[in-house]
């Protein structure tokens, strides 16, 4: 099973940024896509943005223009880059392997409050 360790939540105040980090192990990392979700307290889990192996993005509209994901092949990591923070954004952010089968990292939390 791919193991997936995330690191780079924090507490943010409105308007700053932050990176997350997940690392994969094993060498699936390359031939999977990734993503990285939320879920806020008392509400479901939802994408936030996805990358596929050949490393094409898409983003809930909710963030696009503001988050960036990306992903190096070398160090088996995917990065949100999250920009422009909201206090909506707080959550706790899980990394995802789709392949060989879906996978979640613990989870970070980000905490977007003045």
């Known amino acids: 099973q791919v193991q997936l360790v995330e690191s780079g939540g924090g507490l943010v105040q409105p308007g700053g940024s932050l990176r997350l980090s997940c690392a994969a192990s094993?060498?699936?990392?390359?031939?999977?896509?990734m993503g990285w979700y939320r879920q806020a307290p008392g509400k479901q889990r939802e994408l936030v943005a996805r990358i596929t192996s050949g490393g094409n993005p898409t983003y809930a509209n909710s963030v696009k223009g503001r988050f960036t994901i990306s992903r190096d092949y070398a160090k088996n990591t995917v990065y949100l880059q999250m920009d422009s923070l909201k206090p909506e954004n707080t959550a706790v952010y899980y990394c995802?392997?789709?392949?060989?089968?879906?996978?979640w990292g613990q989870g970070t939390q980000v905490t977007v409050t003045s």
């Open positions: 995802n392997i789709e392949r060989p089968a879906p996978n």
């Open positions: 094993g060498s699936i990392f390359r031939l999977s896509a």
